[in-house]
């Protein structure tokens, strides 16, 4: 069942809150440099609950909590729009999250956290805190993540063999943090480290329609 975010309307027209009108434009950003500025923010959130979270011996709880925030954010529009949209107010925002995290049963310094983000208006960060989150903890248990996306939900048996797979080729235990893209048709595109592997049939047809352009 998708999550709900507690004291936001939404209706046809897109999410309302108290926050009044949006802003107009007032410049244009350069995707890559926010991209980095993202990644650094991130970063130090993920370095200082890691670090909270291995003191208080609570890592194998934090990779659950990881689990669960990205299902909920896969499943639920209106926890997408919460963490991305400018048109909540902070208020809104940080009640949200904090009712959201308290019903997960988030440990500690994850609700702590998520409750800091958004009174800096930083929500939007969440999914790559959770992705350096998840890298640091296969790094402290030896392990390597492989973020792989496919066009239907993989079965247990898929990820084992996939993971099997990709342990004999790298050489480490591999955890699949498996998402769905319908557009991709079949097939996998999978991530290990900086290796990208790309077998979707949308790959296929799209290099097939490259070389159709040259041959015309």
């Not at 990881?66 to 896969?74: E, I, M, V, Y």
């Not at 440990?107 to 409750?115: G, R």
């Amino acid at each position: 069942m998708p999550w709900a975010c507690p004291g936001v309307q939404t209706n046809a027209s897109g999410p309302r809150s108290d926050a009044g009108p949006r802003g107009h434009n007032i410049g244009r950003v350069d995707v890559s440099d926010s991209a980095s500025i993202s990644s650094g923010i991130a970063s130090r959130y993920a370095k200082a609950v890691f670090e909270i979270a291995q003191e208080n011996q609570d890592l194998d709880k934090l990779e659950s909590n990881l689990g669960d925030l990205s299902t909920a954010l896969s499943e639920s529009a209106d926890l997408r729009d919460l963490i991305h949209s400018p048109v909540y107010s902070r208020e809104t925002q940080g009640k949200a999250i904090t009712a959201i995290a308290q019903k997960m049963g988030l440990i500690p310094a994850m609700q702590n956290v998520l409750s800091l983000m958004a009174s800096k208006r930083r929500l939007f960060v969440v999914p790559a805190m959770i992705a350096q989150l998840r890298e640091r903890i296969a790094e402290h248990k030896g392990e390597i993540t492989a973020d792989v996306t496919s066009a239907t939900k993989l079965t247990d048996a898929q990820r084992t063999k996939l993971s099997e797979t990709l342990k004999a080729q790298v050489g480490r235990e591999v955890l699949i943090n498996a998402t769905v893209d319908e557009s991709l048709i079949g097939g996998l595109v999978v991530k290990v480290g900086s290796k990208m592997i790309d077998t979707s049939i949308r790959s296929k047809l799209n290099s097939l329609q490259n070389v159709m352009k040259e041959v015309g």
